[in-house]
């Protein structure tokens, strides 16, 4: 039974691209959450999202970042016109239910900002 | 105020010494309190969750949780140079938004043979 896939699992691009970060949730799970982590900090929720729904962006900034879960393959996190202060590891995490006991995380996508 | 506080370290000590990592939180209502372990560059990994008040324990790690005082405590027994990564607590429950997690920021922990 496959993990939490990410990919890639590093990401580079320059100020102005737009990223493109992948989520494949574990076998049975259909809750998938985002978080970012910064260098010395500790992993800040982004969102959640189950099956063509998103249930809470309230960590998520406003602008130029938004999120899908598909009925049909990845969750995707976009970031679009990107700048050196989105610069960190992204892991997504997933679970069969709304209990926060069951989530498990990716290894992750680290995302340099040129 | 935070909802979670943790000390970073770095926390360095021999083989087979006793590891105390804790944190502290904010709201009452939190219900879950989980232990991640988190290698250089990999994901966090679960390693262990409590309900309420109280201990686990499982193998060498006891997880301890005082509600009263909103204190969570990781204890790791005979420590291993294998256990040398960063360590993570996270709270979940009523208090908090649906689904998501509240983590310190980690402790860095080095266990030298």
């Known amino acids: 039974n496959a993990g939490v896939m990410q990919n890639p699992r590093h990401l580079v691009r320059r100020r102005g691209q737009e990223a493109r970060l992948r989520c494949s949730p574990m076998?049975?799970?259909?809750?998938v959450y985002w978080y970012r982590q910064l260098p010395e900090e500790g992993l800040k929720f982004m969102v959640y999202?189950?099956?063509?729904?998103?249930?809470?962006e309230s960590g998520m900034p406003k602008e130029r970042f938004s999120a899908e879960f598909p009925k049909e393959g990845p969750s995707i996190l976009r970031i679009q016109q990107v700048v050196r202060g989105d610069s960190a590891a992204y892991f997504c995490?997933?679970?069969?239910?709304?209990?926060?006991?069951?989530?498990?995380f990716g290894p992750g996508t680290r995302l340099t900002v040129l | 105020q935070k909802e979670v506080e943790q000390d970073p370290g770095p926390l360095s000590v021999p083989e087979g010494a006793i590891v105390s990592l804790n944190c502290t939180y904010s709201?009452?209502?939190?219900?879950?309190f989980m232990w991640y372990r988190q290698y250089s560059r990999k994901g966090p990994e679960l390693l262990m969750y409590?309900?309420?008040?109280g201990n686990k324990e499982d193998g060498r790690f006891t997880a301890q949780v005082d509600k009263s005082s909103k204190y969570i405590s990781l204890f790791i027994r005979d420590s291993q140079p294998s256990d040398s990564a960063t360590y993570l607590c996270?709270?979940?429950?009523?208090?908090?938004?649906?689904?998501?997690?509240?983590f310190g920021r980690g402790t860095q922990l080095t266990v030298w043979p």
């Open positions: 996270a709270i979940f429950g009523r208090g908090s938004t649906l689904g998501r997690l509240y």
């Open positions: 709201n009452s209502a939190f219900q879950y």
């Open positions: 409590t309900y309420s008040s």
């Open positions: 076998k049975g799970h259909s809750h």
């Open positions: 995490a997933s679970s069969p239910g709304q209990r926060g006991n069951e989530q498990f």
């Open positions: 999202l189950q099956k063509e729904n998103i249930i809470d």
